[in-house]
């Protein structure tokens, strides 16, 4: 493929997945009120316009960003941060994995986590039932300031062996506020870092 390389590697991920067989996943309406027994404060609905690919045994239908009080428009450097997601489970799913990516505006992946690499086993899905996960962060990195894009995905099976349920490209776009400028070149620094300083004595 010939393109953009954020759009051709979003479209590789795809193929590894589904091959030439695959198909773009629709996403369901929503009812807004749908969402009542959740804390579903700030949580978006996922839009048609969302890049999107999977088998929809199980769909995301929401996301959430939270940082420092901030709704799914910024992300404070060396602040808790809590990452979420709606599902709705249209099928039984026995080995549920959630994950999430960060990407910077060059489609650079630099952040990315799953509920297998944590080792928190999520219990089973059950088909009808609507779930959240939610991922929370103790302290968010200190990103050059600028805008980044945030994946969502649910998968069923384990890391070596798994299939894609519902992959969400840039479901949410974010700017992050850091609490310093990393050195130059680099993407990102920890929020805090003590610095030691030792002189031998005379």
Same mark, same amino acid.
């Given at each position: 493929?010939? %393109?953009?390389?954020?759009?051709?590697?979003?479209?590789?991920?795809?193929?590894?997945?589904?091959?030439?067989?695959?198909?773009?996943?629709?996403?369901?309406?929503?009812?807004?009120?749908?969402?009542?027994?959740?804390? &579903? %404060?700030?949580?978006?609905?996922?839009?048609?316009?969302?890049?999107?690919?999977?088998?929809?045994?199980?769909?995301?239908? !929401?996301?959430?960003?939270? =940082?420092?009080?901030?709704?799914?428009?910024? &992300?404070? +450097?060396?602040? !808790?941060?809590?990452?979420?997601?709606?599902?709705?489970?249209?099928?039984?799913?026995?080995?549920?994995?959630?994950?999430?990516?960060?990407?910077?505006?060059?489609?650079?992946?630099?952040?990315?986590?799953?509920?297998?690499?944590?080792?928190?086993?999520?219990? =089973?899905?059950?088909?009808?039932?609507?779930?959240?996960? &939610?991922?929370?962060?103790?302290?968010?990195?200190?990103?050059?300031? @600028?805008?980044? =894009?945030?994946?969502? !995905?649910?998968?069923?099976?384990?890391?070596?062996?798994?299939?894609?349920?519902?992959?969400?490209?840039? !479901?949410?776009?974010?700017?992050?506020?850091?609490?310093?400028?990393?050195?130059?070149? +680099?993407?990102?620094?920890?929020?805090? &870092?003590?610095? @030691?300083?030792?002189?031998?004595?005379?």
């Amino acid at each position: 493929m010939d %393109g953009p390389p954020k759009f051709v590697v979003e479209k590789y991920l795809q193929f590894m997945y589904e091959g030439t067989g695959g198909f773009e996943a629709p996403v369901l309406k929503n009812d807004a009120d749908s969402y009542r027994d959740f804390d &579903t %404060g700030g949580f978006t609905p996922v839009g048609e316009h969302i890049r999107q690919f999977g088998n929809r045994r199980v769909t995301i239908e !929401a996301v959430r960003l939270v =940082s420092h009080g901030s709704k799914n428009g910024a &992300t404070y +450097a060396g602040q !808790a941060c809590e990452i979420g997601m709606v599902l709705q489970a249209h099928e039984d799913i026995a080995n549920p994995i959630g994950g999430f990516l960060v990407r910077d505006r060059l489609g650079r992946e630099i952040l990315g986590d799953n509920t297998y690499l944590i080792k928190k086993d999520l219990p =089973s899905l059950s088909r009808g039932r609507r779930c959240v996960i &939610t991922f929370e962060i103790d302290a968010w990195p200190n990103f050059v300031e @600028g805008e980044y =894009s945030l994946s969502v !995905a649910i998968a069923d099976g384990v890391l070596k062996d798994h299939v894609q349920c519902h992959f969400l490209h840039d !479901a949410l776009i974010f700017k992050n506020i850091p609490v310093r400028t990393p050195a130059p070149a +680099a993407i990102f620094s920890v929020p805090n &870092t003590t610095v @030691g300083f030792f002189q031998e004595d005379d």
